[in-house]
């Protein structure tokens, strides 16, 4: 394939990237999330990823971005993308356990709670509703809407999501090697949650065992006017199912070829079953000469803070792939 | 006068009404603000009016968007302006004490502490920081932007803002009686603090004896690239006296003629010592029939969360001032 899978038929004149920050208590069980140095730390990574994203470097904590195998992280993909295009990006808010240092669109939501022994977000219905309002807010002014996500261990929730809903679900990780057992475990504890109160509603779904990032995003997609291209994989996915599951227009969804390649999700056939349009970026990270890139090739990090929209969103401001790749390389060069 | 006192000499196609939220503990000074049904009280009006101008209803508290002596709040004017042009609204969450129970951009702020006994805004710098990101984001895509404020026991700081610059200022009042001696008595003891440690500097002043709005709203006025209207009274005028101090280039302000005609304060002429252009919008509330509105007639309420610049900008955008001043009726009736 070119660089994209396939060209989007869409036409617009003002775009947005928006990205919407959210954590899980599950990424700070040790293994399951790779998105951080320690599972503790993992809950602190939206917001250096915001930071970097709108100031080109952090400054507020002493933290490079790379991962500690040294691959840049996606949020500095997304960074480069939004220099080459001008763009002002939008951060919101859906549940944080620590202060941003950028300003975001704040929801006012709280953390997830670890789906295994309590409803994960107790605030689904109020969040719904909050990311509605933002929905009409954003229709005013901007035709395209690029809808990222930062949710460590978010792969984890959306696995419990997509499975409660009845799909034959594999979801991906940040890690080479996908904690598929550890993962798994979990979401039978969780899904026996779901299935012991006989939970069948989408947002009481949600409520169980997703995160808070889910209600918000699919209220923005419940009233947003535009195209809308949720940018990221299995979890834009578990996001594309619930809102299939209420009946309401469904969104495009875009993410790495990375992510459509890693052996151990099934993310193309998820597509399929739900019946969304997936489109595919392939940056071609392999021959830049960055090992560091080339790691996603292997299946390390893959996607993340919308990186694989971002870099659509470039291609469909007219740059072209040669320009998004050096792009992208002279950027996470320079955070080496 | 006829509606407006002057007409602005601008064009525009896409206008932003964007109001900014925070919280002083001047304001549980018994005495000091008359936002609230009680001292106590006053640091939850931000979120009920950014509440009730979203939602239509306050549904949050067992609260009607009337003051005790029965005059509509402010915030119902601002929502009746929305809904007739069909605006959405943003707020910003400058620093408050309760959560909003609407989105809101949060720049992460603390609610203001009391400058008689210790610095009011230790994070002047970032706040100003903040705010002028979210004035390059709102260039993106707004080319006038009216931003009004809700932060009661703001005239109080406002009146020591403009007295630490040097004006010869008399700051307006909620209150149909303002409380002059004893914000005179307040402002005494924050200036002498100022004096003492020889503050001169726009934003350190702030930190000394404003609020949390105050750094935000210059932050974002430092880099909007449109036309920008700060709509409010003696606390916008403070702003655009900190704007010139930095020497950055002055806004527009606008309020109602019942902040203008207030015998306690000296707006007008602040204006001119400023060399702000202010702009008074006169909806003659007297001869609405509307008890509660012709209040403001003889001073009470007055003005708030950007009442006059919502009543302006719905003119400027073709609004008569009959359809004006009747919506307002039909709203504020509806909540009786």
Redesign the interface.
Known sequence: MGFLSEIPDVTFK?P?FCSILGNTLLSTVPGVSGAGSTPENTLLTPVLDAELI?KGSITSHPIKPNTPTGCPTPASITRSMMELSG??P?F??AGLRH??????????GEIGEDPRFRDAVPQAQVLFE?GK??G??LS???DLLVLGECVPGGTTTALCVLRALGYDASVSSSFVDNPVTQKEEICRMAIARVRADHVTAPLDILQYTGDPMMPVATGICCTYTGHIFLAGGTQMLSVSAIIKAMGAPLPYVVTTSYVRDDPSANVDQIARQIGVQIFYVDPGFGDLGHTGLARYCIGEVKEGMGAGGAMCLSYLLGHSPEVIRKTILTTVSAYS
């Open positions: 003002k947005l709108v763009l002002q939008l919101i808010n202060s941003p240092t950028v300003p975001c669109l704040d929801v006012y909050k309002l933002i009409k807010f005013e002014s901007f």
